[in-house]
C-alpha cells in the first residue's frame, strides 16, 4: 500500500499563497488517483480536489475553483496543492488521500482508502 505525508502547511494572511505537498513511498504514485480532503473543527472532511493517476483529470470543489490547482510529478512521486487568494474560510486540516486499488477515481471522501497525517492550514483575516 501507499504511504503518504503532506507538507506546506502554515500560517498566511487572507490573500496568501501556499502550497501543498503529498509525496509517497511504497508502491509508486502514478498508479493512484490522488484527492486533496479537509476538515476544520466541528465540520465533517471535505473533498478539495482531485486527480487522475495520468493527471489529465482533475475536479475542484465549488469553493475552491479558480483558486486551487492540483497537479502532479510522478518522477517525483509527489501531487501538489498550489492554494492562490486563500480566505479564513480555508482554515483546516488538509490531508491527501488515494482510493484503494490502482487507477481508481472518485471525488468522494469515503471512497478513499489510504490517508497521510494531515498539515495545518490557517488564514489569519
Known amino acids: 500500500q501507499v504511504q503518504l505525508v503532506e507538507s506546506g502547511g502554515g500560517l498566511v494572511q487572507a490573500g496568501g499563497s501556499l502550497r501543498l505537498s503529498c509525496a509517497a513511498s511504497?508502491?509508486?504514485?502514478?498508479?493512484?488517483?490522488v484527492g486533496w480532503f479537509r476538515q476544520a473543527p466541528g465540520k465533517e472532511r471535505e473533498f478539495v480536489a482531485a486527480?487522475?493517476?495520468?493527471?489529465?483529470?482533475?475536479d475542484y470543489a465549488d469553493s475552491v475553483k479558480g483558486r486551487f490547482t492540483i497537479s502532479r510529478d510522478n518522477a517525483k512521486n509527489t501531487v501538489y496543492l498550489q492554494m492562490n487568494s486563500l480566505k479564513p474560510e480555508d482554515t483546516a486540516v488538509y490531508y491527501c488521500?488515494?482510493?484503494?486499488?490502482?487507477?481508481?477515481?472518485?471525488?468522494?471522501?469515503?471512497?478513499?482508502?489510504?490517508w497521510g497525517q494531515g498539515t495545518q492550514v490557517t488564514v489569519s483575516s
Open positions: 488521500a488515494t482510493p484503494a486499488i490502482t487507477f481508481a477515481y472518485a471525488v468522494s471522501v469515503d471512497r478513499y482508502k489510504y
Open positions: 511504497g508502491p509508486t504514485l502514478s498508479n493512484y488517483a
Open positions: 486527480i487522475t493517476w495520468s493527471g489529465l483529470r482533475a
